[in-house]
């Protein structure tokens, strides 16, 4: 039981490129998220899905797409990479009715 | 908008003293509360939640205390140690909006030998 996985857990891009983070859980749980960690600042949230099939914004959507592909995977696309993009991103994933998000190991972006 | 926000943001306690991280919250319908540990490089990890119809609760070295009254959140850690070096995250809920949250910016506890 891997819990949250994420890849890739470094990133460089330019101005300009696009990437996708991409999220699993094995955990069968119906609830995905995407958030942000900027220092200074708490967790944000940019995306999530309520379960397979339907995805939400969160408080920070700009410059963002997601993707639940199945119950399992849950991807962010950064299709137009902006400096103000860099961050540590963090997936995670909590079961229906439940009260505890588990979080995947994050990724970290860095766009110059 | 609604938030999540610290009193402190860093705390340096001595080994084997106990330690308390405060959180202060603005929305008065939220009704359930969690701490997380976020050791550096890692996900944040729960530690201790609390729902709004208690204003204590108990942990493994750690309690949660709940004053609704002033909003304020605290996370008490009895004889602190080394592995608890970290940023403790407070996160609020309110039930209307579903399964999500709203954490505060943290506060990075050292613990000095």
């Known amino acids: 039981n891997a819990g949250v996985t994420q890849t890739p857990k470094f990133q460089v891009l330019k101005t300009g490129q696009s990437m996708t983070l991409q999220c699993a859980q094995d955990?069968?749980?119906?609830?995905m998220y995407w958030y942000r960690q900027d220092p200074g600042m708490g967790l944000r949230l940019i995306y999530y899905?309520?379960?397979?099939?339907?995805?939400d914004k969160g408080e920070v959507p700009n410059g963002y797409n997601v993707s639940r592909l199945n119950k399992r995977e849950f991807s962010l696309r950064l299709e137009s990479a902006a400096p103000s993009q860099t961050s540590v991103y963090f997936c995670?994933?909590?079961?229906?009715?439940?009260?505890?998000?588990?979080f995947g190991p994050g990724t970290r972006l860095t766009v110059t | 908008g609604e938030s999540v926000g610290l009193h402190l943001p860093t705390l340096s306690v001595q080994e084997g003293d106990n330690s308390i991280i405060n959180c202060a919250y603005s929305?008065?319908?939220?009704?359930?509360f969690i701490w997380y540990k976020q050791e550096s490089g890692k996900g944040p990890q729960f530690i201790i939640d609390?729902?709004?119809?208690?204003d204590k609760r108990q942990g493994q070295r750690v309690t949660v205390l709940l004053n609704k009254t002033v909003k304020h959140l605290s996370l008490q850690i009895a004889a602190t140690q080394p592995g608890d070096s970290a940023v403790y995250f407070c996160?609020?809920?309110?039930?209307?909006?579903?399964?999500?949250?709203?954490f505060g910016p943290g506060t990075r506890l050292s613990v000095l030998p």
């Open positions: 609390i729902r709004s119809n208690m």
């Open positions: 899905s309520a379960s397979e099939g339907t995805t």
């Open positions: 995670a994933s909590i079961t229906q009715g439940g009260d505890e998000q588990y």
């Open positions: 929305n008065s319908a939220s009704d359930y």
């Open positions: 955990m069968n749980h119906n609830s």
């Open positions: 996160a609020e809920r309110e039930w209307n909006y579903g399964q999500n949250f709203v």
